[in-house]
């Protein structure tokens, strides 16, 4: 005890485990010893605790009833032990696994970003080109507008893959803001149906509905934006033309749960697997454009409010998929 800690014997003599403890020891792991103490129990727990010096080490703490001959406990044996270096070996060890992830998973991404975005680039050249080499297409004002839209598209879809790669990306590497702020958003989504409804233009029905008490919640306005609007252009893009998409809100005691339920086409048992994987798109969207990271984006900022997703699908019958947050 005197050469981990620093204290001598004197020092220490009718002291209390407390002249160990300081700002950062956890207080969660405290309370386990007091649990145990209450109800003679064994425990052992891991925390920080000071030398003499001030100097932090780790501490593995064990207390262990001991009972007499008739069964009544009469006192404690504590046994304690410096694991400073094992937490420290056990931190770069998986500092280093990290490291590795990232970097297969960086070489993974930009192998597969740079097939992705062969397809509008090879979609916008080939407008483009028709265009260029055919004067019918120019003067014709239909078929000019249509090429020109072609390459918009092309333009916006290898936008939304960058945008959306960098979010992964800082995802990934810890680097992704997040900024939580009071936010109505019960409001929020109620404006973010009418601005979708508008570019769904009539062939789809957008509903919003919020039941419980509405009220402000402490979210990333931006990341909330991004899981919103990922799961109903989802929705929208896999939803034959007249399908109804519903948006709700439930507010519960310490949870608030939001739906996004559509009509469309739904996802295959085998493909639900995975659902959470870059670039992964199902066998049955045919020739529906996409890029397969939207939902890996709505996973990652779902996970940075401490909430959880869960996804429900049937082929032909529509796919539901629920969001459940902290209050």
């Given at each position: 005890?005197?050469?981990?800690?620093?204290?001598?014997?004197?020092?220490?003599?009718?002291?209390?485990?407390?002249?160990?403890?300081?700002?950062?020891?956890?207080?969660?792991?405290?309370q386990?010893?007091?649990?145990?103490?209450?109800?003679?129990?064994?425990?052992?727990?891991?925390?920080?605790?000071?030398?003499?010096?001030?100097?932090?080490?780790?501490?593995e703490?064990?207390?262990?009833?001991?009972?007499?001959?008739?069964?009544?406990?009469?006192?404690?044996?504590?046994?304690?032990?410096?694991?400073?270096?094992?937490?420290?070996?056990?931190?770069?060890?998986?500092?280093?696994?990290?490291?590795?992830?990232?970097?297969?998973?960086?070489?993974?991404?930009?192998?597969?970003?740079?097939?992705?975005?062969?397809?509008?680039?090879?979609?916008?050249?080939a407008?483009?080109?028709?265009?260029?080499?055919?004067?019918?297409?120019?003067?014709?004002?239909?078929?000019?507008?249509?090429?020109?839209?072609?390459?918009?598209?092309?333009?916006?879809?290898?936008?939304?893959?960058?945008?959306?790669?960098?979010?992964?990306?800082?995802?990934?590497?810890?680097?992704?803001?997040?900024?939580?702020?009071?936010?109505?958003?019960?409001?929020?989504?109620?404006?973010?149906?009418?601005?979708?409804?508008?570019?769904?233009?009539?062939?789809?029905?957008?509903?919003?509905?919020?039941?419980?008490?509405?009220?402000?919640?402490n979210?990333?306005?931006?990341?909330?934006?991004?899981i919103?609007?990922?799961?109903?252009?989802?929705?929208?893009?896999?939803?034959?033309?007249?399908?109804?998409?519903?948006?709700?809100?439930?507010?519960?005691?310490?949870?608030?749960?939001?739906?996004?339920?559509?009509?469309?086409?739904?996802?295959?048992?085998?493909?639900?697997?995975?659902?959470?994987?870059?670039?992964?798109?199902?066998?049955?969207?045919?020739?529906?454009?996409?890029?397969?990271?939207?939902?890996?984006?709505?996973?990652?900022?779902?996970?940075?409010?401490?909430?959880?997703?869960?996804?429900?699908?049937?082929?032909?019958?529509?796919?539901?998929?629920?969001?459940?947050?902290?209050l």
């Amino acid at each position: 005890f005197t050469r981990i800690t620093g204290y001598s014997p004197a020092e220490v003599l009718g002291k209390t485990p407390r002249i160990l403890q300081g700002p950062n020891t956890s207080q969660t792991e405290l309370q386990k010893i007091r649990k145990a103490l209450a109800h003679w129990e064994a425990v052992t727990v891991e925390v920080i605790n000071y030398r003499k010096d001030g100097s932090e080490f780790w501490n593995e703490f064990s207390l262990v009833p001991v009972a007499d001959s008739s069964g009544w406990y009469t006192h404690w044996i504590a046994v304690q032990r410096d694991t400073t270096v094992r937490k420290r070996t056990d931190e770069i060890r998986l500092a280093l696994e990290r490291e590795k992830e990232l970097s297969a998973l960086k070489t993974r991404f930009f192998s597969m970003a740079s097939h992705e975005f062969r397809t509008p680039l090879s979609t916008a050249l080939a407008a483009a080109q028709v265009l260029e080499n055919s004067q019918v297409e120019w003067d014709n004002h239909e078929k000019r507008l249509r090429n020109l839209y072609r390459i918009q598209d092309s333009v916006k879809n290898m936008v939304q893959l960058l945008d959306d790669i960098l979010t992964i990306n800082r995802a990934e590497t810890g680097n992704l803001a997040f900024n939580p702020k009071p936010l109505n958003l019960a409001q929020y989504c109620r404006h973010l149906i009418e601005e979708m409804q508008l570019s769904a233009s009539n062939q789809h029905r957008l509903e919003f509905t919020c039941a419980g008490p509405s009220q402000s919640l402490n979210l990333d306005e931006k990341l909330m934006g991004s899981i919103l609007s990922n799961l109903l252009s989802n929705a929208i893009k896999y939803s034959p033309n007249g399908g109804q998409i519903t948006l709700s809100l439930v507010f519960q005691t310490h949870t608030v749960e939001i739906q996004v339920k559509d009509q469309g086409i739904g996802i295959a048992p085998a493909d639900q697997t995975r659902l959470f994987e870059p670039f992964q798109r199902g066998k049955n969207i045919r020739n529906i454009p996409g890029t397969g990271l939207g939902l890996v984006v709505v996973k990652k900022c779902v996970d940075l409010h401490q909430g959880s997703l869960q996804i429900t699908s049937d082929l032909d019958q529509g796919t539901t998929c629920l969001i459940t947050l902290p209050l």
